[in-house]
Each structure stands twice: as structure tokens, then as C-alpha cells.
């Protein structure tokens, strides 16, 4: 079956970095992409890793090691704002279409 | 960008009734669309993928006579959660990518459901 493990909640304070991590298991692997939701709103898309590596954006980066199924999510310079929950999601072939599947979700708390 | 509209954000309804709720890409088609539902402090579960013209696949344990989806339109999806219960309450979201190979999706708002 599919699982995307996440720790459940994270702790730091503004100007810190922080990472959360992902580990997965799932057929027909994709890509893994990263997402912020803030409390009662929509998901919006972050970074997306294909093949090994780091990518960076801004004062986010993502990390993904195919071999070992685990990728993370690095947030650098805190700020209030980024308080959120973040979710791991395995792009999965899904036949006809892909499809997007979540992690359990992460929660971090900035705290000043 | 793309934008994803989702409507109504809020619906309450009394056990029995059905509720539809619509999801559009306002600025690009749609050939597939997600539906996911949220319980609060948890992770999104994919419901269904809604293929335009053609019938939606439902993910393992998801009732397809409970949740009924339509994909009409290139622009347009409806789920319908028909004969409604207190358990249904649940905040469902929408989704689309701009195709197939696409990485990115685009969420809508979200439709939170109280059924009472």
C-alpha cells in the first residue's frame, strides 16, 4: 500500500531553519512535491523534486534521495508567517492520469 | 498561475439531504480533476479523480453511490454527497493540474460541510 510519513509537528523560532522530513512507500513513483496549507485554507504548491537532489527556491529547498524513499522540505530565516502545516506528496502513475497522494502532514509552530 | 474556484466554501444541510458542491478552472482546461476530503488536524485523502466525459475513478473505500461526481465540461466538476449524515461533515477540496505529466496542482478554496 501507499504511505508518506511526516513528523507530526515541529517547533523553531523566526530566523531559524528547519526541516521536515519525508519518507514514502508507493508504486509507480513520480516525483515528490511539497505543499503548504495555512489553517482552513487550500494547499499551495511549493517545490517539486524529480530526480535526486536539492532543489532550491527562495528561502525554501527540497531534498529527495529515490534510493532511500525520503525526501525533505528545508525552510530557512523563519518568519511568523510560515507557521503552517506542510505535506510531503507522492506523484503517483495512476493509469490513464497521475495522481497526487499526501503525506500525513506536518505542523510547525513559529514562535517569535 | 492558475486559478481553481470552488464553490460554496460553506454549506450546512440536515441529515437525509444531498449537497453538490462545484469546483472550475477558471483559466485553463481541465481534463482531470481531484476531489479530496480534510477531517481537522489531518493530512487530505484523495476521494476520486474526475476524467472530463467519462466516469470518475473512486479511490478504495470511497462509495461511489455516497459521492457522485461530474465531469461535464473541460472547466467544470461537481461533487454531489448525496443522502448526507453528521459523519460526512468534512472540509473536501478540489484540485487540477494544467495535464497530464503536469507537476504542479492547484487547489480550490475548499467547501467545509456541516451536515446536522
Known amino acids: 500500500g501507499q504511505s508518506l510519513e511526516q513528523p507530526s509537528e515541529v517547533t523553531a523560532v523566526e530566523g531559524a531553519i528547519v526541516q521536515i522530513n519525508c519518507t514514502y512507500q508507493t508504486s509507480g513513483f513520480y516525483g515528490l512535491s511539497w505543499y503548504q496549507q495555512h489553517d482552513g485554507g487550500a494547499p499551495t504548491f511549493l517545490s517539486y523534486?524529480?530526480?535526486?537532489g536539492l532543489e532550491e527556491t527562495g528561502r525554501f529547498s527540497s531534498f529527495l534521495s529515490r534510493s532511500d524513499s525520503y525526501g525533505y522540505l528545508l525552510l530557512q530565516e523563519l518568519q511568523m508567517k510560515d507557521s503552517a502545516s506542510y505535506f510531503c506528496a507522492v506523484i503517483e502513475y495512476g493509469g490513464a492520469t497521475n495522481k497526487l497522494i499526501f503525506g500525513t502532514g506536518t505542523l510547525l509552530a513559529v514562535q517569535p | 498561475g492558475a486559478v481553481v474556484s470552488q464553490h460554496p466554501s460553506r454549506v450546512i444541510c440536515k441529515s437525509g439531504t444531498s449537497v453538490k458542491i462545484e469546483c472550475r478552472s477558471l483559466d485553463f482546461q481541465a481534463t482531470t480533476m481531484f476531489w479530496y476530503r480534510q477531517f481537522p488536524k489531518q493530512s487530505l485523502m484523495l476521494m476520486a479523480t474526475s476524467n472530463e466525459g467519462s466516469k470518475a475513478t473512486y479511490e478504495q473505500g470511497v462509495e461511489k453511490d455516497k459521492f457522485l461526481i461530474n465531469h461535464a465540461s473541460l472547466t467544470l466538476s461537481t461533487l454531489t454527497v448525496t443522502s448526507a449524515h453528521p459523519e460526512d461533515s468534512s472540509f473536501y477540496i478540489c484540485?487540477?493540474?494544467?495535464?497530464?505529466?503536469?507537476?504542479?496542482?492547484?487547489f480550490g478554496q475548499g467547501t467545509r460541510l456541516t451536515v446536522v
Open positions: 523534486n524529480a530526480l535526486d
Open positions: 484540485s487540477a493540474s494544467k495535464g497530464y505529466g503536469k507537476t504542479e496542482a492547484f
